[in-house]
């Protein structure tokens, strides 16, 4: 199963941007149950793009239309979307964090929303987008919605 790692992305925050990434992809990564669960993880913060990311997260050394392109692919490859919501108190808006939620909606992607925010909770788009809202990382582990679409899209039970 591919699933992408979709939020913020600010050099101010770095730090807060990737763990909460990195926290949903250690625990699947060291998954203890008797099921493991085979995750391919699709994270824009992955490879080159990190130790490149400069001017707020909105210029790195990479192309811009090479970061378009490659997360476009991305969405278009992920079985499903992880989107947190959270600037961890930066103003700059998600401008791509809502361009991957129009691509899911459009390729029809399921979406998991990390969101404390009833704006975006309670949005027309949002309503018609989002598949699941949480309001926080531990919450999604806890009550384990990334388990429900593993085992649905790729390994049934009988």
Not at 3 to 14: E, M, R, S, T
Not at 55 to 76: Q, T, Y
Not at 79 to 102: H, K, M, Q, W
Not at 134 to 140: D, F, H, K, R
């Amino acid at each position: 199963m591919k699933i992408y790692l979709a939020g913020y992305i600010n050099d101010k925050v770095l730090d807060k941007c990737i763990r909460w990434r990195k926290k949903i992809r250690d625990y699947y990564d060291n998954w203890k149950g008797k099921e493991k669960y085979p995750i391919i993880w699709l994270d824009p913060c992955n490879g080159e793009t990190l130790g490149s990311i400069e001017l707020e997260g909105m210029k790195c050394k990479i192309p811009g239309k090479a970061l378009v392109h490659r997360d476009f692919n991305d969405v278009k490859t992920a079985d499903l979307l992880i989107v947190n919501t959270d600037t961890f108190g930066e103003n700059r808006p998600l401008v791509g964090t809502i361009y991957e939620l129009a691509w899911a909606w459009y390729l029809k992607k399921p979406v998991i929303m990390i969101n404390r925010d009833p704006l975006w909770a309670n949005h027309p788009f949002s309503l018609d987008t989002v598949s699941i809202y949480v309001s926080t990382v531990e919450e999604l582990l806890e009550k384990k919605h990334i388990n429900y679409f593993f085992k649905g899209t790729v390994s049934a039970n009988y």
